[in-house]
């Protein structure tokens, strides 16, 4: 069994079965040693510390993993799941697209072009 910390640099390169593997050992190393804190007082806590901590680093590289593989998957498709857009205020994210804001109704152009803005001659003094 792995005995203290895992290094993520040392995770990145293992591929999903090697990281699904080592969890698996992880927590069942860490179920042994809640046994064993409960039959001897405490002295395991800091194992214990260290080996949730160990957990947490294995999932976030497997679900980093996870999200690298669907945004290469989504690259070029029309539409990207919610969760893959890029984060952004609500004001922003409701605001009108660029395309929208630029477009001009049709009675505004016949406006427009019947009715330009004057052009004033100033006098030079």
Known sequence: MSSGKVKPGQLW????????????ELKTELSQLRIQKIVSSGTK??????????????LTVINAKQRAALRLFYKNKKYLPLDLRAKQTRAIRRRL????????????????THFPQRKFAVKAA
Do not use: G, P, Y
């Open 13 to 24: 390169s293992k591929n999903k079965d090697e990281l699904a593997k080592q969890l698996a």
């Open 45 to 58: 806590l800091n194992k214990i510390h260290d080996i949730r901590k160990s957990i947490a680093r294995v």
């Open 97 to 112: 697209s660029k395309e929208d804001a630029s477009r001009v109704l049709e009675k505004t152009k016949k406006r427009q």
